[in-house]
Structures are given as C-alpha cells and as structure tokens.
C-alpha cells in the first residue's frame, strides 16, 4: 500500500510495481480524491492493471483511515498486508521565521507526523497477520515493512549542509520530518517483537510539486533507487533512516 499515490513519488512507486516482473497480487493506492482530474493518472493505471486497487485516503481525517482499513481487508480476503509506505505528505510555505503560522504549523504536523502514526496504528492487524504468514520469503525475509518516505532535511545533523542549494529554515516541514523520523525509531523498537520491521527512506531532492523543477533527480530514478533498498532491507535495517541510494542519513 502506498500513500498519496495520486501524483509524484507515489505514483511513481505504483508504476513500478505494476513493471515488476512478478508484480504483487495487490497494489493499494490511496489519494483523497477519488475522481477528477487530480487522480486521473492513478485512475487511468488503475483501468489498465487490475491488480491496482484505488482507495480513498486522507491522512488527517481518522475516519478516512479507519475506512480505507475496511476496503483493503476486503481485497486482501484473510491475507495480511506485507508493504506499507506512508508517503503521503504536504510541503509548508513557511520558509522563515517571520512566516510561521500556527495554522500552517499544526496542518503541515498533522499531515507528516500524525496521519503517518495513525495509519500504522489502523493497519497494524493486517501488518501482523502478514509477519506471521509463511508462504513469502521476500523483503530480506521480513515479512511485513512500514516505510517513512522522510527527508534529509529532517535531519538534524546532516539537514542544514548541501552541495546543491542553500535550503531554507522552512520550520514546519522540517520539525513534521524531525518527529516522523522519531516516530519510526519508536515503531521499530515497539513492533520489532511482531517481526515487523520499519524504516525511514529519504528519496532524494526530486523533481515533484513538493520538489520543485530545480530538483536534480527524476522520479522514475528516486523510486528505482528506494524499491532496491527495500528489496535490500535486513532485521538488522529496522530503525535504519537511509537514503534512495541506501546510504545512512545522520540523525
């Protein structure tokens, strides 16, 4: 299942999985629309591959969550849900400090930090139905994943330096980053005795509506790069915050 797969990178992952030579059974992609122009791309993907099941999905609304759970028990008829990428996720327009708004704060928190918590909250049944399940050796042999699609620029040691361009305080979106990148830390610990294992993946600076056109980094390559390193993912990964590339981001 994948968050926010209406456009960017999270349709970009859905795409790639439906090329997969041994595609999954299920493909779960959620956006907040259903119809119009803003899911027809998904929608058009959905028509051409029946694997693909569209679901209705906002983040922020409790209801919303607790819902998509229902439908996607309904496809999954008894089988658990072995990938969950919470990618879904919303870039602030308060770059410095005498832009910050309360508002613009809460919002930007409860979209990357809280919705993210929330959805494995409600899906954490069907995430450990399928730890338990057996008939799959794939992910490094873990046999249920939660992926954070995070940021560098969440870091806090590694968030201010850059080679490519000066980035801004921009304060929401870093501290929503910064607490999500907690949040996993907290999860990995928590859910590591269900074999469930949760990692934080940083996509690179890409070339999205979140990214802007000045991004260096294709879609098609960001999530290339990032389904490799989960494919590649260990026990010992549980807790990792890595990169498209599979390299460490510092904390």
Known sequence: MVTGSNRGIGLGLVKEFVKMNHPPNHIFATC?????SEAKALQDLATKHPNVHVVQLDVTDHSSVKAAVSVVESHLKGQGLNLLINNAGRNSQTPFLEDVDQQDMLLTYNTNTVGPLLIV???LPLLKKAAKETASKDLGGNKAVVINISSFIGSIGQGFTTT??????LYAYRASKAALNMIMACLAVELKKDGILCALIHPGWVKTD???EEAPLMVQNSVE???KVIANLKSSSSGAFLDWEGNEVAW
Do not use: Y
């Open 32 to 36: 907040r629309n259903l119809t119009g």
């Open 121 to 123: 909250k409600e899906f």
């Open 164 to 169: 490519i361009t000066p980035v801004p305080p």
């Open 210 to 212: 979140v990214g802007s």
């Open 225 to 227: 790069g990032m389904l």
